[in-house]
Protein backbone atom coordinates (compact mmCIF):
# COMPACT_ATOMS: atom_id res chain seq x y z
CA UNK A 1 0.00 0.00 0.00
CA UNK A 2 0.62 3.69 0.17
CA UNK A 3 3.06 5.50 2.52
CA UNK A 4 -0.51 6.33 4.53
CA UNK A 5 -1.55 3.22 5.13
CA UNK A 6 1.13 1.77 5.88
CA UNK A 7 1.87 4.54 8.65
CA UNK A 8 -1.77 3.67 9.83
CA UNK A 9 -1.59 -0.04 10.17
CA UNK A 10 2.00 0.48 12.10
CA UNK A 11 1.05 3.06 14.14
CA UNK A 12 -2.52 0.63 14.83
CA UNK A 13 -0.34 -2.42 16.07
CA UNK A 14 2.40 -0.30 18.49
CA UNK A 15 -0.68 0.92 20.01
CA UNK A 16 -1.39 -2.49 20.82
CA UNK A 17 1.99 -2.67 21.67
CA UNK A 18 2.07 -0.13 24.21
CA UNK A 19 -0.99 -1.21 26.21
CA UNK A 20 0.24 -4.32 26.50
CA UNK A 21 3.19 -2.89 28.14
CA UNK A 22 1.05 -0.65 30.12
CA UNK A 23 1.06 2.76 28.06
CA UNK A 24 -0.50 4.19 25.52
CA UNK A 25 -0.14 6.68 22.54
CA UNK A 26 -0.04 9.42 24.84
CA UNK A 27 2.97 7.98 26.69
CA UNK A 28 4.65 8.12 23.26
CA UNK A 29 7.70 10.47 23.60
CA UNK A 30 9.62 9.79 20.29
CA UNK A 31 9.14 8.31 17.18
CA UNK A 32 12.12 7.35 14.71
CA UNK A 33 11.12 7.06 11.00
CA UNK A 34 12.39 5.82 8.23
CA UNK A 35 11.46 6.39 4.78
CA UNK A 36 11.98 4.27 1.54
CA UNK A 37 11.23 7.24 -0.31
CA UNK A 38 12.12 10.92 1.14
CA UNK A 39 9.28 11.90 -1.11
CA UNK A 40 6.50 10.24 1.13
CA UNK A 41 7.72 12.74 4.15
CA UNK A 42 4.20 15.18 3.53
CA UNK A 43 2.04 12.50 3.92
CA UNK A 44 3.96 10.52 6.72
CA UNK A 45 3.63 14.07 8.64
CA UNK A 46 0.44 14.72 7.99
CA UNK A 47 -0.71 11.35 9.15
CA UNK A 48 1.66 12.04 12.04
CA UNK A 49 -0.64 15.50 12.69
CA UNK A 50 -3.87 13.39 12.43
CA UNK A 51 -3.11 10.87 14.80
CA UNK A 52 -0.91 13.04 17.21
CA UNK A 53 -3.20 16.01 17.30
CA UNK A 54 -3.29 15.83 21.22
CA UNK A 55 0.57 15.00 21.91
CA UNK A 56 2.86 15.07 19.73
CA UNK A 57 5.79 13.05 20.14
CA UNK A 58 9.44 14.07 18.80
CA UNK A 59 10.15 12.61 15.86
CA UNK A 60 13.65 11.73 13.65
CA UNK A 61 13.36 10.71 10.00
CA UNK A 62 15.73 9.05 8.08
CA UNK A 63 15.60 8.45 4.37
CA UNK A 64 16.90 5.11 4.36
CA UNK A 65 16.29 1.14 2.10
CA UNK A 66 14.30 -0.61 4.09
CA UNK A 67 14.56 -4.62 4.34
CA UNK A 68 10.54 -5.60 3.74
CA UNK A 69 10.04 -5.71 0.15
CA UNK A 70 7.13 -3.58 -0.51
CA UNK A 71 7.63 -1.61 2.83
CA UNK A 72 7.50 2.25 2.50
CA UNK A 73 7.98 3.43 6.39
CA UNK A 74 9.35 2.05 9.34
CA UNK A 75 9.05 3.29 12.64
CA UNK A 76 10.65 2.68 16.04
CA UNK A 77 9.09 4.15 19.41
CA UNK A 78 10.22 5.24 22.65
CA UNK A 79 7.17 5.23 25.66
CA UNK A 80 6.62 5.72 29.12
CA UNK A 81 5.07 3.18 30.86
CA UNK A 82 3.50 2.85 34.62
CA UNK A 83 4.68 -0.80 34.32
CA UNK A 84 6.96 -1.68 37.53
CA UNK A 85 10.17 -3.77 36.00
CA UNK A 86 13.19 -4.74 38.03
CA UNK A 87 15.48 -4.51 34.85
CA UNK A 88 15.38 -4.59 31.58
CA UNK A 89 13.09 -7.10 30.01
CA UNK A 90 13.24 -8.08 26.75
CA UNK A 91 9.89 -8.43 24.77
CA UNK A 92 9.15 -10.56 22.08
CA UNK A 93 7.95 -8.01 19.67
CA UNK A 94 11.40 -6.43 19.49
CA UNK A 95 10.80 -4.02 22.00
CA UNK A 96 12.00 -3.87 25.74
CA UNK A 97 10.81 -2.87 29.25
CA UNK A 98 12.84 -0.52 31.19
CA UNK A 99 12.37 -0.12 35.13
CA UNK A 100 11.83 3.85 35.92
CA UNK A 101 14.81 6.18 36.47
CA UNK A 102 17.02 7.90 34.80
CA UNK A 103 18.97 6.97 31.68
CA UNK A 104 21.72 7.98 29.66
CA UNK A 105 21.47 8.80 25.84
CA UNK A 106 25.19 8.23 24.09
CA UNK A 107 25.09 8.76 20.36
CA UNK A 108 27.45 9.37 17.38
CA UNK A 109 30.19 7.59 19.05
CA UNK A 110 31.43 5.61 16.21
CA UNK A 111 34.56 3.70 16.02
CA UNK A 112 36.28 3.14 12.53
CA UNK A 113 37.77 -0.27 12.25
CA UNK A 114 38.94 -1.95 9.03
CA UNK A 115 35.96 -3.97 8.31
CA UNK A 116 32.14 -3.61 9.88
CA UNK A 117 32.98 -6.35 12.40
CA UNK A 118 35.65 -4.52 13.90
CA UNK A 119 34.07 -1.20 13.87
CA UNK A 120 30.83 -2.67 15.61
CA UNK A 121 33.42 -4.00 18.43
CA UNK A 122 35.26 -1.06 18.60
CA UNK A 123 32.22 1.27 18.77
CA UNK A 124 30.50 -1.07 21.21
CA UNK A 125 33.45 -1.24 23.60
CA UNK A 126 33.49 2.98 23.62
CA UNK A 127 30.20 3.45 24.58
CA UNK A 128 29.93 0.89 26.87
CA UNK A 129 33.10 2.76 28.52
CA UNK A 130 31.22 5.83 28.58
CA UNK A 131 28.14 4.76 30.28
CA UNK A 132 30.59 3.60 32.55
CA UNK A 133 32.16 6.67 33.51
CA UNK A 134 28.32 8.10 33.80
CA UNK A 135 27.63 5.56 35.77
CA UNK A 136 25.22 3.19 33.63
CA UNK A 137 26.01 -0.71 33.40
CA UNK A 138 25.16 -3.03 29.81
CA UNK A 139 21.95 -3.68 32.11
CA UNK A 140 20.75 -0.62 32.10
CA UNK A 141 21.02 -0.34 28.02
CA UNK A 142 17.82 0.32 26.34
CA UNK A 143 18.58 -0.11 23.05
CA UNK A 144 21.26 -0.21 20.19
CA UNK A 145 21.19 1.59 16.73
CA UNK A 146 23.61 0.54 13.77
CA UNK A 147 24.19 2.16 11.39
CA UNK A 148 25.89 -0.63 8.38
CA UNK A 149 27.19 -0.13 5.33
CA UNK A 150 26.79 -3.24 3.78
CA UNK A 151 23.23 -3.81 5.39
CA UNK A 152 24.75 -7.35 4.75
CA UNK A 153 27.23 -7.29 7.37
CA UNK A 154 24.29 -7.31 9.96
CA UNK A 155 25.08 -10.74 11.16
CA UNK A 156 28.86 -10.01 11.79
CA UNK A 157 27.47 -6.80 13.98
CA UNK A 158 24.96 -8.74 16.10
CA UNK A 159 27.86 -11.34 16.43
CA UNK A 160 29.99 -8.47 18.03
CA UNK A 161 26.75 -7.26 20.58
CA UNK A 162 25.04 -9.91 22.10
CA UNK A 163 27.95 -11.70 23.77
CA UNK A 164 28.58 -8.51 25.65
CA UNK A 165 24.66 -9.08 27.36
CA UNK A 166 23.63 -11.92 29.33
CA UNK A 167 21.70 -14.92 27.59
CA UNK A 168 18.56 -13.58 26.71
CA UNK A 169 19.13 -9.88 27.99
CA UNK A 170 20.50 -8.32 24.87
CA UNK A 171 18.20 -4.86 24.12
CA UNK A 172 16.50 -4.60 21.10
CA UNK A 173 19.21 -3.77 18.37
CA UNK A 174 18.24 -1.73 15.86
CA UNK A 175 20.25 -2.09 11.85
CA UNK A 176 19.82 0.97 9.55
CA UNK A 177 21.54 0.97 6.67
CA UNK A 178 22.65 4.26 5.34
CA UNK A 179 24.74 4.52 2.40
CA UNK A 180 27.84 6.06 3.15
CA UNK A 181 29.08 9.78 2.06
CA UNK A 182 32.30 9.35 3.07
CA UNK A 183 34.11 7.31 0.43
Do not use: N, Y
Not at 25 to 33: K, N, Q, S
Amino acid sequence: GDVGSQLHAILDGLAARLESAGSDARHLLRLTIALADESDHARAAAVLAQRFADHAPAVTWLGSPLREAGARVAVEAIAASTRHVDGTTGRGDGGALLPAGGRIFVSGQAERGPDPASSVARTMASLLCSAAELGGTPSGVAQIRVFLQPFSARSEALAQITPLFPAGKCPPVILTEIPSLIG
